[in-house]
């Protein structure tokens, strides 16, 4: 597989780069942190403008119609400036409906999606359960022409602001996704604090809440896997994003510390430790974006590529983030270096759609698949 990006997708990461470098830098993230809003409006609207909403999703819509390979290199820049907003949370649910919902729910919907008029987010994970679908507990119950849906879900990616919920429970017939009007009778939304103080995340609650039938999304427990997987790359490359400014951040700091009157990166220990950090942050680029490449040509192998990429980035992430803080020593912990920031995006990031042992477990399982069929 050819890891070098077209003309197209270069300039496509180097305009991202610039535009959240320009209208996005550590200083206005920080002035975010405390609020309770999903998403710097400015940035927003400039994001919409590049097209980064509509990135993936159908011409027919409105969209560019390119693929997943395109939204990691604008998810890696995202998480390289630890961008806020809606940015993956849309793309998830938009590719979500543009491959499941029916003709009419995507014309009411896609083109506000694409246009970064309004956006969507997953409501999958819930309370003290894995992010698996054997951890879905919301139900989905028939009645007459509607859905009701009843269940809590937790860290929710910008639902404040969000127009629509693509919620996932269990139908009597089993797992499916429904997509659900923020407004709607029933759905109440709450602010949480977390770790992560770059994002925001919400838990959301549905107490009877009535969807139209026709807002089921096709297929069932694999489309919903799939979808996982889906999500799993981009956050893979929110997390290359992050280990990547981290290993120049601190090849930067260790040349001009000094301690007996030599920088520390001079001292053969610090350099193999930032040795580790630079080949765990190449092998992570080159599992997601061979995932992401991957399926973008529905390979035979595309989910166990999205499983090796997620368990490896997963680990590597937290690894990258805690050798940087080692490095930078106690200047590392104060509030007032930017370290910390990324050290609880790294964080929030490992167990996002699942955490390394629930993806190394179904690698094992595909693998196994794989090995019977043979």
Same mark, same amino acid.
């Given at each position: 597989?050819?890891?070098?990006?077209?003309?197209?997708?270069?300039?496509?990461?180097?305009?991202?780069?610039?535009?959240?470098?320009?209208?996005?830098?550590?200083?206005?993230?920080?002035?975010?942190?405390?609020?309770?809003?999903?998403?710097?409006?400015?940035?927003?609207?400039?994001?919409?403008?590049?097209?980064?909403?509509?990135?993936?999703?159908?011409?027919?819509?409105?969209?560019?119609?390119?693929?997943?390979?395109?939204?990691?290199?604008?998810?890696?820049?995202?998480?390289?400036?630890?961008?806020?907003?809606?940015?993956?949370?849309?793309?998830?649910?938009?590719?979500?409906?543009?491959?499941?919902?029916?003709?009419?729910?995507?014309?009411?919907?896609?083109?506000?999606?694409?246009?970064?008029?309004?956006?969507?987010?997953?409501?999958?994970?819930?309370?003290?359960?894995?992010?698996?679908?054997?951890?879905?507990?919301?139900?989905?119950?028939?009645?007459?022409?509607?859905?009701?849906?009843?269940?809590?879900?937790?860290?929710?990616?910008?639902?404040?602001?969000?127009?629509?919920?693509?919620?996932?429970?269990?139908?009597?017939?089993?797992?499916?996704?429904?997509?659900?009007?923020?407004?709607?009778? +029933?759905? *109440?939304?709450? $602010?949480?604090?977390? &770790?992560?103080?770059? =994002? #925001?995340?919400?838990?959301?609650? %549905?107490? @009877?809440?009535?969807?139209?039938?026709?807002?089921?999304?096709?297929?069932?427990?694999?489309?919903?896997?799939?979808?996982?997987?889906?999500?799993?790359?981009?956050?893979?490359?929110?997390?290359?994003?992050?280990?990547?400014?981290?290993?120049?951040?601190?090849?930067?700091?260790?040349?001009?510390?000094?301690?007996?009157?030599?920088?520390?990166?001079?001292?053969?220990?610090?350099?193999?430790?930032?040795?580790?950090?630079?080949?765990?942050?190449?092998?992570?680029?080159?599992?997601?974006?061979?995932?992401?490449?991957?399926?973008?040509?529905?390979?035979?192998?595309?989910?166990?590529?999205?499983?090796?990429?997620?368990?490896?980035?997963?680990?590597?992430?937290?690894?990258?983030?805690?050798?940087?803080?080692?490095?930078?020593?106690?200047? +590392?912990? *104060?509030?007032? $270096?930017?370290?910390? &920031?990324?050290?609880? =995006? #790294?964080?929030?990031?490992?167990? %996002?759609? @699942?955490?390394?042992?629930?993806?190394?477990?179904?690698?094992?399982?595909?693998?196994?698949?794989?090995?019977?069929?043979?």
């Amino acid at each position: 597989m050819n890891f070098e990006l077209s003309e197209e997708q270069a300039m496509l990461r180097e305009i991202s780069r610039e535009l959240l470098s320009d209208h996005a830098p550590i200083g206005v993230v920080r002035s975010w942190l405390d609020r309770d809003e999903d998403v710097d409006p400015k940035l927003w609207r400039l994001a919409a403008e590049l097209g980064w909403p509509g990135l993936a999703l159908p011409e027919q819509y409105g969209g560019a119609g390119q693929g997943l390979t395109e939204l990691v290199l604008v998810a890696e820049e995202a998480g390289r400036a630890l961008a806020r907003g809606p940015f993956l949370s849309t793309a998830i649910v938009g590719h979500a409906v543009a491959t499941g919902a029916t003709a009419s729910l995507q014309a009411a919907t896609l083109p506000a999606l694409a246009d970064g008029s309004a956006w969507a987010t997953w409501a999958f994970a819930e309370p003290h359960a894995p992010w698996t679908i054997e951890g879905i507990r919301a139900t989905a119950r028939p009645d007459g022409r509607a859905i009701v849906l009843d269940g809590a879900k937790t860290a929710v990616q910008d639902a404040g602001g969000a127009r629509w919920l693509l919620v996932t429970a269990q139908h009597p017939d089993g797992p499916a996704s429904f997509l659900v009007d923020r407004n709607s009778p +029933g759905v *109440t939304v709450r $602010h949480t604090r977390t &770790l992560d103080q770059t =994002r #925001a995340f919400y838990e959301v609650r %549905l107490d @009877g809440v009535r969807v139209p039938a026709g807002h089921r999304l096709d297929g069932g427990q694999a489309e919903i896997q799939r979808l996982l997987d889906y999500a799993s790359v981009l956050r893979c490359a929110d997390s290359l994003g992050v280990m990547q400014y981290l290993l120049d951040l601190t090849v930067e700091y260790t040349a001009v510390r000094m301690q007996f009157d030599r920088p520390i990166g001079s001292f053969q220990a610090v350099k193999h430790a930032c040795a580790d950090m630079a080949m765990l942050v190449h092998g992570s680029r080159a599992a997601t974006y061979y995932a992401a490449m991957a399926a973008d040509a529905a390979a035979e192998d595309t989910a166990r590529a999205a499983c090796v990429a997620t368990s490896y980035t997963s680990g590597s992430v937290g690894d990258v983030a805690e050798t940087a803080l080692q490095l930078h020593g106690g200047i +590392g912990f *104060t509030w007032e $270096h930017d370290l910390h &920031l990324y050290l609880r =995006r #790294a964080k929030a990031d490992r167990v %996002l759609y @699942g955490d390394v042992e629930i993806h190394r477990d179904r690698l094992c399982t595909l693998l196994q698949q794989t090995s019977a069929s043979l």
